[in-house]
């Protein structure tokens, strides 16, 4: 059987024809404005690849022009580039229609998208992992003391990503004074720390695990 490309009239309240069921992202995002972040954080838009920052923020952009009803990205990435990633971050922010981002498996800076939704869900089995950025330095003095202190300011919003948008580091409400949640994350954020839902939801970096009627819409 000929596979055929479904159009948007084809798409307008009918599910899916057997021969159609490789546009099912497509579908979704027509249907349903879900979008979906798959694989590594890259800068640049790749080819034949929609499941990237760039091409996401277009999607989000285009999305919100159209209408603020609400978007759903969800996400599997074990992280990249982080101009990229904060990039995807800011629009997510900044989109009049809000974005529901659901956590599929999430690393490094897949979490930092993560937890820019409202509200942030994940799946029963998803897992976290987070860490900071580090980098080799070559160079004279100077130009490995500025490089320095552009990781430096890099790590540290970061770190503000993740405490702006309700990140605890796990610790008990009367503990979380004196920029402790912040000195937490850093220490944490040394080493690849590995969370699963319920961790992650003690962390703040998850509201709640997703239901089924809110995936299916059902």
């Not at 009918?14 to 800068?43: H, I, K, N």
């Not at 080493?191 to 239901?211: C, F, Q, T």
């Amino acid at each position: 059987m000929a596979f055929k490309s479904p159009n948007q009239e084809e798409f307008d309240g009918a599910p899916l024809r057997e021969d159609q069921y490789e546009y099912s992202q497509a579908y979704l995002t027509r249907t349903r404005r879900m979008l979906f972040m798959r694989g590594p954080v890259v800068g640049a838009p790749q080819r034949n690849d929609s499941s990237g920052p760039t091409w996401i923020g277009d999607d989000i952009i285009a999305l919100a022009a159209l209408n603020s009803a609400p978007i759903t990205l969800l996400i599997d990435s074990g992280g990249g580039d982080i101009g990229a990633g904060l990039m995807l971050y800011d629009i997510i922010k900044l989109s009049p229609a809000p974005v529901t981002t659901v956590v599929l498996n999430a690393a490094s800076m897949g979490t930092i998208i993560g937890v820019a939704g409202i509200p942030r869900l994940c799946l029963p089995h998803s897992r976290f992992m987070i860490h900071l950025p580090s980098a080799a330095f070559q160079g004279n003095e100077r130009e490995i003391d500025v490089r320095s202190r552009l990781l430096t300011d890099l790590k540290n919003d970061l770190i503000n990503c993740y405490i702006d948008n309700g990140a605890t580091a796990g610790l008990a409400e009367s503990r979380r004074v004196n920029g402790a949640i912040r000195k937490k994350i850093f220490k944490d954020l040394e080493v690849e720390k590995w969370l699963n839902p319920e961790e992650a939801i003690k962390y703040g970096l998850v509201d709640r695990v997703i239901s089924s009627a809110e995936l299916f819409d059902v």
